[in-house]
């Protein structure tokens, strides 16, 4: 019988030695989480989170099955959907989500194409209940900050509604339910863009008479205002007319009958003079009474006095 060469057995060892310890051994890392099933069996005191090496026993007494517990994106396809207004629209939606219980997940959906396909179903289910009750006007819209608080208030409420099935059935924990696309059948456009149409029309009705009513009340008031205003000037010119004529009547009685036209003139004379204090052109109207006591001054009071008449 011929010996066995010694690197020959050794090299036989040390595979047997790497195979026994592969069987035996299983490495966790910082992005999985793993469940030891023995004899088929599981519970949840075998879920294992933390990174690290650990034993198990040889298959088939034990055997391991390990997750990815990373975040991931699921995106459901794009279909049509109707509101509660009786429109269709085609919408398109996207999920995050990661596996939050190992254990429930290894027994529900132990195969993660699985997992996708049940998400999958429960997200088109609540995207389809959320929507139809929402009308076309909270999607198709001019007022951009309407459609998009709009678009929050969807997808929170879609994640309400399907985040705690999921966790409890699947033991998938769903971060967030976001709407990826939205937009109309071609058959539904016209009639959209004709809706919104309308609805420009009647705001823009909406703010036509609200400026008519508008311009009313300022007219109204500015017409008051002028009323006032005119009333007041009015009154005023009257009290200094009234004062004008009682001042010019106790002056009138200071005065004899025969130096009133006198006096008249001479008034005229100082209101000239205060006007011809700068250079000032003066026209004077022919029919006016102060041009007519200049064209022919008084002179019944020179006459009287001994005075020379003009032309002596």
Not at 116 to 137: C, D, F, W
Not at 294 to 307: D, H, S, Y
Request: glycine share 4%; with cysteine.
């Amino acid at each position: 019988m011929s010996r066995i060469p010694v690197p020959t057995l050794v090299t036989a060892v040390f595979l047997v030695l790497v195979l026994v310890i592969y069987s035996v051994t299983f490495q966790v890392r910082f992005s999985e989480a793993a469940v030891k099933v023995r004899l088929g069996q599981a519970s949840a005191a075998s879920v294992i989170r933390e990174p690290g090496l650990y034993w198990k026993l040889p298959p088939p007494i034990e055997f391991v099955r390990k997750y990815d517990t990373r975040m991931r994106v699921l995106e459901t396809p794009e279909t049509e959907v109707k509101t509660q207004d009786g429109q269709n629209i085609i919408v398109g939606c996207f999920a995050m989500w990661r596996v939050a219980d190992p254990y429930l997940f290894s027994i529900r959906v132990p195969v993660e194409r699985e997992a996708e396909e049940k998400l999958r179903t429960r997200v088109n289910e609540t995207r389809a209940t959320v929507i139809g009750h929402k009308r076309m006007s909270d999607f198709v819209n001019l007022d951009r900050e309407r459609v998009n608080a709009s678009y929050t208030q969807i997808e929170k409420e879609m994640l309400d509604a399907a985040a705690p099935g999921i966790r409890n059935d699947y033991g998938i924990e769903l971060l967030r339910v976001g709407v990826r696309r939205i937009s109309l059948p071609q058959e539904a456009t016209q009639t959209v863009l004709e809706s919104m149409k309308q609805e420009r029309e009647k705001l823009a009705a909406r703010y036509r008479e609200e400026g008519k009513s508008l311009a009313a009340a300022i007219t109204a008031s500015a017409e008051s205002a002028r009323k006032q205003i005119l009333s007041f000037a009015e009154r005023k010119a009257q009290e200094i007319e009234s004062a004008g004529v009682k001042a010019s009547e106790r002056i009138f009685e200071q005065i004899g009958t025969e130096d009133k036209d006198f006096f008249i003139w001479l008034r005229y004379l100082e209101a000239l003079e205060a006007s011809l204090k700068q250079k000032t052109t003066l026209f004077l109207d022919s029919q006016t009474d102060i041009f007519q006591y200049f064209v022919k001054p008084p002179t019944g009071l020179e006459l009287q006095r001994g005075a020379p008449a003009a032309g002596e």
